[in-house]
């Protein structure tokens, strides 16, 4: 006897499964090379355990892990409480994304009046700053709001624009230590101290400028702009992840791209 019948598939099923396979795709990518891959593991081995007992009928057992399950729930939502904000973070910034979008579409009568970042003086900076080999971590906003990092750093109200990135970064100036936040073409915050990503599989040459970047870009749209100041090397950093780039002009390519 056939366990499926084929014919009786419709479309809707088909959109049903896509979008598990999202969903537990998204689910995978959130908890990859984190601690919570264990604890999935652990769940998806105590439900499959509680499933065979209840399929044997072994009673006992299966009301003991039912019941575990259930009150596990509530423990699940505390354990995975980072994993499930990122993951709402992820889906409201994308609606958000594609809404701001269509909102500019929309406006395309009216004035323009957002100012775009200055991404030349962004970048020219990190140039300058990789070759004198000047530590820098820079934080431009997207959609998130950052006001939970902002409060641990000093507000400045300053446009962006290349000397001063640089002499903010200059190693004895006061305010270098800790991560500038840009906002639209204004520096609003300087020496905030970032949420550090305790991903495993970032390799140990990173150290905690570059899991600082990695830790706002996961729990935030933000990007990150990071110079080395072991080497001089600039990393940029989305979503978590460090996208490549041939040389500067393909960076501020990318970033013209990302904050458009
Ligand atoms: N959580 C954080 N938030 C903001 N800035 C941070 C944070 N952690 C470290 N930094 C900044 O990074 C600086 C250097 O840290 P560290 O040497 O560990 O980074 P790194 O990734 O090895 O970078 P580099 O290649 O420049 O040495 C610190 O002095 C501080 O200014």
Known sequence: MDLFDWTNIRIIDIVDIVLVA??????????KGTVAINIFFGIVILYATWKITELLEMEMLSKVLGGFLGVGMLALVVVFQQEIRKFLLLLGSTNFRARKKLFK???FFSEETTANTNINAIVNACGKM??????ALIV????NSLDFVKSTGDAMNISVNQPIIESIFFKNSPLHDGAMIIEDNTITTTRAILPVSNDRNIPLRFGLRHRAAIGITEK???VCLVV???NGQISYVKEGDFVLFEDMEELKRILEKDLS
Not at 22 to 31: D, E, N
Not at 130 to 135: C, E, F, K, L, V
Not at 140 to 143: A, D, G, K, L, V
Request: hydrophobic share 30%; proline share 0%.
């Open 228 to 230: 080395s100041e072991e």
């Open 130 to 135: 990789g070759t004198s080999r000047t530590g």
């Open 105 to 107: 579409r929309l406006k």
């Open 22 to 31: 999202f969903l537990l795709y998204y689910l995978y990518k959130l908890v």
């Open 140 to 143: 431009i906003q997207r959609n």
């Open 220 to 222: 935030s749209d933000a």
